[in-house]
């Protein structure tokens, strides 16, 4: 069964650099999603993505935040200045269409430090 | 602040009783998912709901969309330990476009044999 791949699976980055999280949608999927996770918390939206921009963001995802799918096959999210407050669990998901069943990957573990 | 509330946060119970976990909202919704994520893994897409009074079953899961659409359950029937793991609702308020889902807390269960 087709998967949604993340890399890396775990991320350790100096507070205040440029972090990049990566992920591979599922291929004929076409909209695309970012969450985060703080540990034992709730599931977050960040952002979903489709025709090549933003549909929808959360008050989360502000200026230090990007989103960019690059070539064909990758879906990544920026982080321009990382602050402690950023660790979490970071989770890429993506759907055939628009309000369908979204099929999540493993997730990036961020540590700032 | 938070739009889709859900409860009970924590559920232990026995392997056999069954159990009901419900996700509300104050504002109409115009679908809601329902997730199941394991400890350390990733949301598991389990059903979406539509329609209004809308009931769905899966072997010993019923999930119900409410009359007024602003409310959704989950019941399992004669627990397994297969079970364990935290349930979370997802919705998209009627105010906003399909890219924008609001996860619920989460239910986190426990079975005991």
């Known amino acids: 069964e087709p998967e949604v791949t993340q890399t890396p699976s775990h991320q350790v980055t100096q507070m205040g650099q440029e972090v990049i999280l990566r992920c591979v949608p599922i291929?004929?999927?076409?909209?695309f999603y970012w969450y985060r996770q703080i540990l034992g918390q709730k599931v977050e939206f960040l952002v979903s993505?489709?025709?090549?921009?933003?549909?929808?963001k959360s008050e989360i995802f502000d200026d230090q935040f990007s989103v960019e799918r690059p070539d064909g096959s990758n879906f990544t999210l920026k982080i321009r200045s990382t602050k402690l407050e950023d660790s979490a669990m970071y989770f890429c998901?993506?759907?055939?269409?628009?309000?369908?069943?979204?099929?999540f990957g493993d997730g990036t573990r961020l540590s700032i430090l | 602040g938070q739009q889709v509330m859900q409860i009970p946060q924590y559920q232990h119970v026995q392997e056999g009783e069954d159990f009901t976990t419900y996700c509300n909202s104050s504002?109409?919704?115009?679908?809601i998912q329902w997730y199941k994520q394991r400890p350390g893994g990733h949301p598991v897409f389990l059903i979406q709901?539509?329609?209004?009074?809308e009931v769905k079953k899966q072997k010993r899961l019923t999930f119900q969309f409410g009359e007024a659409k602003k409310n959704s359950s989950l019941h399992i029937t004669a627990t397994q330990t297969t079970d364990v793991g935290t349930y979370f609702c997802?919705?998209?308020?009627?105010?906003?476009?399909?890219?924008?889902?609001?996860f619920g807390a989460g239910t986190q269960v426990v079975v005991t044999p």
């Open positions: 998901a993506s759907s055939r269409t628009g309000p369908q069943p979204q099929h």
């Open positions: 291929s004929n999927h076409l909209y």
């Open positions: 993505f489709y025709n090549n921009e933003i549909s929808e």
């Open positions: 504002t109409t919704l115009s679908n």
């Open positions: 709901l539509v329609k209004s009074g």
């Open positions: 997802a919705a998209i308020l009627l105010t906003d476009s399909w890219g924008k889902f609001q």
